[in-house]
């Protein structure tokens, strides 16, 4: 039996919890379990079904249990904050954490809805790996937790920056070029240049979200810590993407989000039937908007198979801290087949108004936000 010893330290605030998410925070292993299948499929873009069961295991007859056993070994590194924390209150944090953040009309602010771990504590992870599993599936393993800590994170809104994480030690872990951890701007970059290098080569939308000749990785260095990454990211996605502000027109405002507002307020006030879909609505489904004016409700969302289904952002954003007090910014885009070819989208007002709308894989808004982004912050495309 192969065993990989991994330490975590949590850079950014994580929400992760189980059955008792309004009362407690931990972590979980199979939460951390899900989040490796992710990326197996996203390293691996044609994927070997039998592969992935015999690694990961399946619920289906005769697939049974994953080639591999996870614990948590150590979370004594880790500290806590209970639910109502208005830490983000007057902080553009929020934007990103929304759900897990609400504003709370009572108290006037922003608080957290569910506990969280705070960043900076650090936990174990031992992988103890079964002589099922070939070489090939072993390195395969490596591959998916080298890409979670390099290009994801765990736990509720990690795809926007919560969650990050990196390792701080590690033994065992070694797969092809993938052998020093990185301390450096500069080997944090080879080592994601090693980890693509080792991406089967594919062209055109996937099926799911993996890599592709469309994804990209930038990468953006920063000073300060990682809660002063996080609050840049949050003002320059506001900067661009929302079409007012409390002072009124949004002047940096880019033209998607212009005409989506049009497009919506012709939709709210008229018979005009959409022709497509938002531009917004490409960030993730379900989307909505909310007129004050007269209170009433927009709401866009797929369902798949006659059910109400999900649509997650293309985008996934991390923060990774250095020991000199430097971070940087990384935005790992990886676009896909937007929805199903057996799914539906639906357009509705306040419940009652509903429409369907063609499908479509414009991913213009994102690409454009992307793009602002990096030219922000200046970063490097890798």
Not at 9 to 16: A, G
Not at 162 to 191: C, D, H, M
Request: hydrophobic share 35%; charged share 30%; net charge positive.
């Amino acid at each position: 039996m192969i065993k990989i010893d991994v330490t975590f330290k949590v850079v950014t605030p994580m929400f992760m919890a189980g059955a008792l998410q309004s009362s407690k925070a931990e972590i979980r292993a199979p939460s951390i379990k899900g989040v490796l299948r992710f990326w197996y499929r996203a390293l691996n873009p044609k994927y070997d079904p039998g592969e992935e069961v015999r690694i990961f295991g399946g619920s289906k007859d005769k697939e049974g249990q994953a080639g591999f056993l996870l614990k948590i070994t150590n979370t004594q590194g880790l500290a806590y904050q209970a639910k109502g924390d208005e830490r983000w209150s007057k902080n553009p944090i929020c934007y990103l954490g929304y759900g897990a953040i609400t504003y709370n009309k009572n108290n006037k602010k922003f608080l957290t809805e569910r506990p969280y771990i705070k960043e900076g504590g650090t936990f174990d992870v031992s992988f103890l790996i079964k002589d099922t599993l070939k070489k090939d599936e072993v390195n395969q393993l490596k591959k998916a937790i080298w890409g979670m800590t390099l290009l994801g994170g765990l736990g509720a809104k990690s795809r926007k920056g919560f969650g990050s994480i990196q390792i701080e030690k590690a033994n065992g872990l070694e797969v092809g070029r993938l052998k020093k951890l990185p301390a450096t701007y500069k080997e944090l970059k080879e080592s994601i240049r090693h980890l693509l290098e080792s991406i089967p080569k594919n062209s055109g939308l996937p099926k799911y979200t993996a890599w592709s000749d469309k994804a990209r990785c930038y990468i953006i260095p920063q000073d300060g810590k990682p809660l002063d990454a996080l609050e840049w990211l949050a003002s320059i996605i506001l900067k661009y993407r929302v079409n007012r502000s409390k002072k009124g027109q949004n002047p940096n405002a880019l033209q998607f989000a212009k005409g989506d507002k049009k497009l919506i307020l012709d939709f709210k006030n008229s018979e005009k039937k959409l022709t497509h879909l938002p531009k917004r609505a490409y960030f993730g489904l379900p989307h909505n908007y909310f007129f004050s004016s007269d209170k009433s409700k927009v709401d866009i969302y797929p369902t798949i198979d006659g059910k109400p289904g999900r649509r997650a952002s293309p985008v996934l954003f991390k923060i990774y801290e250095f020991e000199t007090k430097k971070t940087c910014t990384l935005a790992t885009y990886l676009p896909a087949k937007f929805l199903p070819d057996t799914a539906k989208l639906w357009i509705s007002l306040n419940g009652k108004k509903t429409e369907e709308i063609p499908k479509s894989d414009d991913f213009s808004a994102v690409e454009m936000l992307l793009d602002k982004i990096s030219e922000e912050g200046k970063g490097v495309l890798i």
